[in-house]
Nanobody, 116 residues
């Protein structure tokens, strides 16, 4: 079992920045990838960024220049840094983890709201 408890997000004006954090606990040695996904009202879920155990990252093309994932291995926390935010970035952002057994775990989600 893996537990993910997200924090961060919030309300920001267009052009601003936010950072969300996602500390993992439990069977963290089995985690081989962590992702941030988002779901905007009335839209399908969208991959934001992806980080593998080996350190490879993959961001959605449209977000690559503004959103970055980073890691603090001392406490197994992943961070999503969101810069130059736009109103269309408004969504609930979820941290997810996949382990070596292809099991997926989700955080509770955090709301990001960008005002124009």
């Amino acid at each position: 079992q893996v537990q993910l408890v997200e924090s961060g997000g919030g309300l920001v004006q267009a052009g601003g920045s936010l950072r969300s954090s996602c500390p993992a606990s439990g069977s963290i040695r089995d985690i081989n990838a962590m992702r941030w996904v988002r779901r905007a009202p009335g839209k399908q879920r969208e991959l934001v960024t992806h980080l593998t155990r080996g350190g490879l990252t993959n961001n959605a093309d449209s977000l690559r220049s503004r959103f970055t994932i980073s890691t603090d291995n001392t406490n197994y926390t992943r961070y999503l840094q969101m810069n130059s935010l736009k109103p269309e970035d408004t969504a609930v952002y979820y941290c997810t983890a996949e382990n070596d057994y292809e099991q997926n775990y989700w955080g509770q989600g955090t709301q990001v709201t960008v005002s124009s």
